[in-house]
Structure formats: C-alpha cells, structure tokens
C-alpha cells in the first residue's frame, strides 16, 4: 500500500497535533501537505489525500468519511484565534466580511448572528486583512493565526490604519454563552478504507509528543508570528484543546444540529468514528 497523504493546516494551533508526524518518531513516515483548512477539506473530498484537518463543518458534506477518534482542535470558553471584529456594536451590522481561508467559523458565526444576535447580515468572502475587510464591511471575521496576532497586539496596529474603538468579540466565547457546550472547530478525518489501528495510534502518538514538545513549539511560532512565546504557549494550553471527549462531542452535535436548522447543511448526519470502521 502506497503511504498515507496527509493535508494539515498551517496554523499554530495544529502544531502539537502534527509535531510527531513532522518532528517525532514518525517523521517522513507519511506524506505531508500542509494549507489553509478550506483547502485541506477540498483536498480529501477530491481524494488528492487520504486523512486532512478539515473544519468541523466540512464533515457534514463530504460523505463516507470517517473521524479519527479523541483528536480535535476545539476550545472550551475562548479562543482569540476566531474573533468578529466590528466597527459597530453587532446588532447593528448590516455586512460581514468572511476570512475566505475559514469554513467551520463562518458556519458558526452565522449561526450565532440567527440564534444569538437575531440579525440576518450580507455575507461575502474576503482575504484576511483586516483594513480592507472593514472598508468594504461592518464586520470582519479573522481565524488562525491573523486572529491571534490581533488578539495580542492587534489594536495597536488597527489604530495605525484609523481603526478606533473597535468591538472584539470571541466567536468561541459567544458560542458558549449560546449553547453552554465548548466548540469544536477542526477534526482529523479521512477515507475509512485507508485508517487502520496502526494509523489510529500514530495520530495520537503525533499529539502526545507536541504536548510534551509545547516550550519550543511556542519558542519556533514566537518568531514566525512575532508574538512572545509566553502567549503563544498560554493559548495553546489554555484556549485549545485537542481531544474529542463526552462534552466536546455534545458542542460538535449541537453545532451540527443548529447549522442544518438554518440551513447551512441539509441535515445533520451521525459522527463516525475511525476505531468504529477499523472494527468492521
């Protein structure tokens, strides 16, 4: 069998899911691709790749695929690396420009704009810079790293573009004063015929090995990303979590129910997992 294609987003929060894979004991084992999670999703529905982190809400419509079991990237209370960004307070926002890279966040923002808010804004797709976002919107959606950096020191560098007095508000924070469930926001999924045991263990071997690798993980990005490495680390600790237990499980069902409730997907079909296909 020829190796396993693997697509992986190229942001911070997937380092510790990937650092076996790309710096453990299993590197050079599989074949790597690495892109933005709406390019990951394309690359498995189009069988270009075997496994990918695909957004949440891309498992809903590719059909067949299957779920690698107690692997995410989802966030329990907050997570600065998805955040709304307004020029105005968000009941009053008429269009929101959608980070063109997101696919799970632009489902979960407009579910929180139908359920939450009770607004029904004009969406449209844009790259992630956030002075032009906000020149042709009200509103500017920003995930994965760009986020993050404005999390940090965004506002600084928003008042150099005369962006003032902005409302910031926490996608995942906002989802959970919705549902009270945490939100999972990226899975590992594949093509079942293709996801063995040993395949299984390796993938959770990979997290394992960037858990206890998270001091130079942060060191490395600190550097790409220009932020301190205290901060980095204290957002993949604090506001990420990677596995896929009871109560994550409970927000990704909810997720699903509430986006074909607004019809962002036709229906919201049952999760599989890969240790379940692995059986048959």
Wanted: charged share 25%.
């Amino acid at each position: 069998m020829k190796s396993l294609r693997i697509s992986i987003v190229q942001y911070l929060n997937t380092a510790p899911l990937v650092r076996g894979l790309t710096h453990g004991p299993l590197r050079g084992k599989y074949e790597l691709s690495f892109t933005v999670p709406s390019e990951c999703a394309e690359a498995l529905r189009t069988r270009q790749v075997d496994i990918a982190i695909i957004p949440a809400i891309e498992y809903q419509r590719i059909d067949g695929l299957v779920i690698l079991p107690d692997l995410s990237i989802a966030s329990k209370t907050s997570v600065r690396s998805l955040l709304l960004i307004s020029k105005k307070p968000i009941q009053e926002v008429q269009k929101i420009a959608l980070d063109r890279s997101s696919r799970s966040t632009q489902a979960m923002t407009k579910i929180l704009c139908a359920k939450r808010w009770h607004i029904e804004p004009e969406y449209f797709e844009m790259a992630p810079d956030l002075p032009e976002m906000l020149d042709k919107a009200d509103a500017a959606l920003l995930i994965g790293d760009p986020a993050l950096q404005f999390a940090v020191t965004g506002r600084r560098s928003a008042g150099k573009h005369g962006l003032s007095n902005l409302k910031v508000y926490d996608v995942v924070e906002k989802w959970r004063g919705l549902t009270n469930l945490p939100a999972v926001l990226a899975v590992w999924a594949g093509w079942p015929e293709r996801i063995g045991k040993e395949v299984v263990q390796d993938f959770q071997d990979s997290l394992a090995f960037g858990m206890r690798h998270l001091d130079q993980i942060s060191e490395e990005s600190a550097a790409q990303l220009n932020l301190p490495a205290t901060e980095l680390k204290l957002y993949l600790t604090e506001n990420i979590d990677y596995r896929l237990h009871a109560e994550n499980l409970r927000g990704l069902r909810r997720y699903y129910d509430l986006a074909a409730e607004i019809g962002i997907i036709p229906r919201a079909r049952e999760i599989v997992m890969a240790e379940e296909a692995v059986k048959v």
